[in-house]
């Protein structure tokens, strides 16, 4: 078996880690009383082409906005544009990874945060792009940082003179180092495993191994090749 193969198939069949791998519910229920308006919620995933250009352990962000129905996640991710999506919802679909929250340093104000809200409103819908990350030009499309870098700057919170050159790891770094963002909790997030059928035949096993783990594999070429 070649070495890519090897790689591909352990990535699928979930080889055992040091992580201490945290379930679903229980990162819900530490995040959502913690979070609030103007939360970054960075993920560690595989996407190479940002590992690649960013040289970041972190691909990808969201930012949190309060609402009356409970806390939103704004991002926008490849093969679906700017979204918002319910704070257990993102983090299932965020599933797995390693997920890591920072919070504003200070409670952002009420006219922020009204401005926060209506940038982060303003732009759902719109495209995912990536590529302009390399020539800094504005496009139609928007990747994950430049979303959450350009909210920032409409709310008057941070500067900086070219959001779309921006990548989940330097907005990381920026925030820290102007003191406008504290760390807050980190997770790692598995999915949870699938129980094993009983009384299955030699036969039948064989079968639900192989489909799982060509299964696995696609899912794994889809995230590193494809960032989804």
Known sequence: MSPIWA?????????????????????????????????????????LAVKCF???????????AQT?????????MNGTGVRKTPLAEYVALQT????LAVHPAKPISEPQ?????EALEQQLGRPYGIRHHLTGSKCEGVHCSEYATE???????????NPARVSPGSLLQGVRQSGL?????????????????????????SWRCTKTGVLGS???????FLCR
Request: charged share 10%; hydrophobic share 45%; aromatic share 8%.
């Open 96 to 99: 797995p990874c390693d997920l």
């Open 68 to 76: 009356p129905a409970g806390p939103m996640v704004y991002d926008s």
């Open 7 to 47: 790689l591909v198939l352990a990535a699928a069949t979930g080889c055992p880690d040091s992580r201490v791998v945290v379930p679903q519910a229980a990162v819900v229920e530490q995040l959502a009383p913690a979070v609030q308006t103007g939360t970054l919620l960075f993920s560690q995933g595989d996407c």
């Open 113 to 117: 945060a009204g401005k926060l809200c």
């Open 151 to 161: 909210c920032l700057i409409a709310a008057g919170l941070m500067t900086a003179n």
């Open 218 to 224: 696609c899912v794994q070429m889809r995230r590193w």
């Open 181 to 205: 963002y504290i760390d807050g909790a980190e997770f790692s997030l598995a999915l949870a495993p699938v129980p094993e059928p009983v009384g299955e035949t030699w036969c039948q096993w």
């Open 54 to 64: 960013s040289a970041s352990r972190f691909t990808h962000v969201g930012m949190v």
